[in-house]
């Protein structure tokens, strides 16, 4: 059985920092591009990073560009989001998918297994 399993959310006044990790069971995603997505109620659910199945390669939401940093671990099988400078915009549910290729794509649709999501809370 394939399972991403996020871990490291919780509350954090603003300024302070998280890191999201992502471990993947069940099968290798070496070869995939990996994402970090976030919902927040009432609102889409929308990609926040990216990077390639290599790492060399790497998307931000301009929204978190400059204070979150996406990176991976292929030996662990496992990604992970360090987020830094958090602002209360930031609270959402973050989930972590696998795409379906190796390369980066921003449409969720192309991401064929997802995590359960963690919880992100960030206080004023």
């Known amino acids: 059985q394939v399972q991403l399993v996020e871990s490291g959310g919780g509350l954090v006044q603003a300024g302070g920092s998280l890191r999201l990790s992502c471990a993947a069971s069940?099968?290798?995603?070496?070869?995939?591009?990996m994402g970090w997505f976030r919902q927040a109620p009432g609102k889409e659910r929308e990609i926040v990073a990216a990077i390639s199945w290599s790492g060399d390669s790497t998307y931000y939401a301009d929204s978190v560009k400059g204070r979150f940093t996406i990176s991976r671990d292929n030996a662990k099988n496992t990604v992970y989001l360090q987020m830094n400078s958090l602002k209360p915009d930031d609270t959402a549910v973050y989930y972590c998918a696998a795409s379906t290729i190796g390369w980066i794509v921003r449409d969720r649709d192309r991401y064929g297994y997802w995590g359960q999501g963690t919880q992100v809370t960030v206080s004023s």
């Open positions: 069940g099968r290798t995603f070496s070869s995939n591009a």
